[in-house]
């Protein structure tokens, strides 16, 4: 019976830590694209706009799509 519980009590675990990183990521991600709309608005700097815009928010759409995916009522 402990070894059934220790298993679940892992799962869970694993479970929360991958949310976690999921949630965390796309977070850092949202921020570093805003970091882009800042800088072109205030420096003037399009290029670093337009990276961030191409490479950053697709990755942060896809994993804002994961967290609510495998959330429970997501």
Not at 26 to 35: D, G, R, Y
Not at 55 to 68: G, K, N, S
Request: hydrophobic residues 60%; charged residues 10%.
């Amino acid at each position: 019976m402990r070894k059934v519980a220790k298993g679940i009590l892992t799962a869970v675990i694993v479970y929360a830590v991958i949310i976690v990183l999921i949630l965390a990521t796309a977070l850092l991600f949202v921020m570093v694209s805003f970091s882009g709309e800042m800088a072109q608005v205030l420096f003037g700097w399009n290029e670093y706009n337009e990276w961030t815009n191409t490479h950053l928010v697709p990755w942060a759409e896809m994993l804002w799509e994961w967290f609510v995916a495998i959330t429970p009522g997501g």
